[in-house]
């Protein structure tokens, strides 16, 4: 069964940092365009960043363009993503996904930007 499961998420002050990871399970990770995707209460979920399976193309949303990176490791079958500087306006849960079929998501982790 295809599987993503987010970690790395918590609480952190403004201008601090965090480094979430997806781990994927079931399916040929390597093969795959992955994305982060974040949601805020009573908003839709939004896309953050994406690569494609051989890392040949990355996007990012202006909100977070020099100050999130994202990546991933085919042979660990993960995808991360460094966000630097965070602002409290990145305070979402955060989501993982894989374009598979019609596509595959993680449960989410929470990130939470507050002093």
């Known amino acids: 069964q295809a599987r993503l499961v987010e970690s790395g998420g918590g609480l952190v002050q403004p201008g601090g940092s965090l480094r979430l990871s997806c781990a994927a399970s079931g399916f040929d990770f390597g093969r795959y365009s992955t994305s982060w995707y974040r949601q805020v209460p009573g908003k839709e979920r939004e896309i953050v960043a994406s690569?494609?399976?051989?890392?040949?193309?990355?996007d990012y949303a202006d909100s977070v363009k020099g100050r999130f990176t994202i990546s991933r490791d085919n042979y660990k079958n993960e995808l991360y993503l460094s966000m630097n500087d965070l602002k409290t306006e990145d305070t979402a849960v955060y989501y993982c996904?894989?374009?598979?079929?019609?596509?595959?998501w993680g449960q989410g982790t929470p990130v939470t930007v507050s002093s």
């Open positions: 690569i494609t399976s051989i890392c040949d193309s990355i």
């Open positions: 996904f894989a374009l598979v079929g019609s596509g595959i």
